[in-house]
């Protein structure tokens, strides 16, 4: 079994920043690709940004030049740092991750969800 275990969001002003870290624990083999989406009241989850096991990124048009996501493969963590935050970006953020196990099993893990909220 693996767990995601996320942390970093709050109440922040516009214009401010953040910064969410999620990490991974349990029977892991390997991580593939890591991602954040986000999911705001009365709306779809949607992706946010991903990282490759190689390091390729990729951004919603939304957060470009705003966010950047990185990894920690050691610490089989991933983080989003936030910038120049919008009342738009008020969601609940999720990261996910594709994990190999111990027991050869790919399969896909979401963590609990942390509440960013951009607000005077």
């Known amino acids: 079994q693996v767990q995601l275990v996320e942390s970093g969001g709050g109440l922040v002003q516009p214009g401010g920043s953040l910064r969410l870290s999620c990490a991974a624990s349990?029977?892991?083999?390997?991580?593939?690709?890591m991602g954040w989406y986000r999911q705001a009241p009365g709306k779809q989850r949607e992706l946010v940004a991903t990282?490759?096991?190689?390091?390729?990124?990729n951004y919603a048009d939304s957060v470009k030049g705003r966010f950047t996501i990185s990894r920690d493969n050691a610490k089989n963590t991933v983080y989003l740092q936030m910038n120049s935050l919008k009342p738009e970006d008020t969601a609940v953020y999720y990261c996910?991750?594709?994990?190999?196990?111990?027991?050869?099993?790919?399969?896909?893990?979401w963590g609990q969800g942390t509440q960013v909220t951009v607000s005077s």
């Open positions: 996910n991750m594709y994990v190999i196990s111990q027991n050869g099993v790919w399969r896909t893990y």
């Open positions: 349990g029977s892991i083999f390997n991580i593939n690709n």
């Open positions: 990282i490759s096991s190689g390091g390729s990124t």
